[in-house]
Every structure is written in C-alpha cells, then in structure tokens.
C-alpha cells in the first residue's frame, strides 16, 4: 500500500503521470529479474487482455505466513477503460477469468481494485474528465 500511496503522490504532484489516451502504461513494482514467474504471469495475462492505464500486482504471500517465493497471496489494482459499462462484480469476473489457470494452480486468494479511467481520476483528482474544460485537461494529463 505504500507503493500506491508514493504513486498517487507522484501523479498528483506532476512527477509522474498516466495518460489514458496513449498506449503507455504506468506499471508499479519490481523489475522482471525480481518477480517470481506466477506475478510475472499475472502481470503479462492482464497487460495484454485488458491494456490498462495503471496496473500494480502486489504479492503479500508474506503477510500470511508464508516466503514471499510462496506466490500464494495477491492484490491487484487496475485501471483499464475496458471496464467502462461494466459494475464491480463483472470487472472481477474478468480478471478471475483471465487469470483463471493462475487461480487454478497457484493464487489461493486474490484481491482486486479495478476502476475505469474516470472512476480513477475522480479518485485522484476530484473532477471527471468530463467536466474538465479541454485545455484544463491538458495541464492534468500532458502528453
């Protein structure tokens, strides 16, 4: 949680920032070399199925007792405008079902937040991108 709190920060304060009409993702965590290969799945089954503007995959194995190298114990947060008409029930029946080998095999409990790209900047900004008059939007989410 952390990560995320350190992330919202950046992004709010103009370090870093999403933007959801390109194809550039922003993607918290480690590097490949320090990923076990069950969060490196994960990773690379939701990157290419739902391309979202935000996605962090957060092994908490070790919150539960067990090594880190367990890979049993997951959150995901994701942002993606492919759940855009979707409720909350229907973007997890989604990403279960993505990772549905994974669930199948490995995760013994994953945790999901998954939001569409106005749900986030609501969130995170407190004006809908909507109600953004265009040349705000620009200064929010330069490109």
């Known amino acids: 949680m952390i990560c995320v709190a350190i992330f919202v920060h950046l992004l709010t304060t103009g370090w870093i920032y999403a933007n959801p009409a390109s194809e550039r993702a922003i993607i918290i965590g480690m590097s490949n070399e320090d990923r076990g290969p069950v969060e490196t799945s994960i990773r690379d089954k939701l990157m290419s199925r739902l391309r979202p503007m935000y996605l962090d995959v957060i092994n ?15 959150t995901v947060i994701i942002v993606s405008s492919a759940f855009v008409g979707s409720n909350n029930y229907q973007r997890h029946l989604c990403v279960n079902g993505i990772l549905e080998e994974e669930m199948a095999t490995h995760i013994h409990a994953l945790a999901i937040v998954a939001k569409t790209p106005d749900e986030w900047r609501i969130e995170h900004y407190a004006t809908p991108a909507a109600e953004m008059a265009p040349e705000n939007f620009s200064e929010v989410f330069p490109i």
């Open 60 to 74: 908490q194995s070790i919150m539960y007792g067990e090594r880190e190298s367990d890979e049993r114990y997951f």
